[in-house]
């Protein structure tokens, strides 16, 4: 995946759907079923229509992010897309199905800083590396989700286990960094 262009980038939200009964697993299956049937598809469409050249998501609520009212409790899905080359962001955003919300052209980042990377130890100094990781990291999770068969639900197993992987590949466990 390529560095996005920070300054054409747009950001959309899709509820998590649950209920206020809902377990653990059932909210987590909920999601990893929208990802599967709404987000993944959604990408493809667009990267397969060429709108789009870089995608990454969170999961987030109000207090981290989501543009909302005070008395939401909702959980999103917090998509980025970045408008592909001659393709303006108003024709992006309007190929973007209804339960895409509160749909926005994304504010600039800053490029000094991604969360808690030190900005200074990517390739140049270039925050957009961390962003390219992002989504590396997202086609990862649809890419691993869509080597399921998507008539039967993933177990929470396969996905530590894929996890554990990574972590056994970046040798994490000799510094302490917690993996599955």
């Excluded at 809902?22 to 959604?42: E, G, H, K, N």
């Excluded at 130890?121 to 590396?129: A, D, Q, Y």
């Excluded at 639900?153 to 056994?168: A, D, T």
């Amino acid at each position: 995946m390529k560095e996005p262009d920070l300054d054409n980038l747009i950001e959309t939200f899709i509820q998590i759907p649950y209920g206020p009964d809902a377990t653990q697993i059932a909210v987590w299956q909920d999601y990893v079923d929208l990802l599967r049937t709404r987000i993944s598809p959604l990408i493809r469409d667009l990267q397969d229509a060429s709108l789009i050249t870089w995608f990454a998501f969170l999961v987030h609520n109000r207090q981290s992010g989501v543009p909302t009212e005070e008395n939401d409790q909702g959980i999103y899905v917090h998509l980025r897309l970045e408008a592909g080359p001659g393709v303006n962001i108003d024709d992006l955003v309007g190929k973007l199905p209804e339960w895409c919300t509160m749909t926005r052209k994304m504010p600039t980042p800053p490029r000094t800083k991604l969360d808690n990377c030190d900005v200074s130890f990517f390739r140049g100094g270039r925050v957009e590396n961390g962003w390219r990781v992002l989504g590396e990291g997202s086609a990862w999770i649809l890419s691993m989700l869509e080597s399921h068969d998507p008539d039967k639900p993933i177990p929470p197993q396969n996905v530590s286990q894929l996890l554990h992987y990574i972590g056994n590949s970046l040798f994490a466990s000799i510094v302490r960094i917690p993996m599955p």
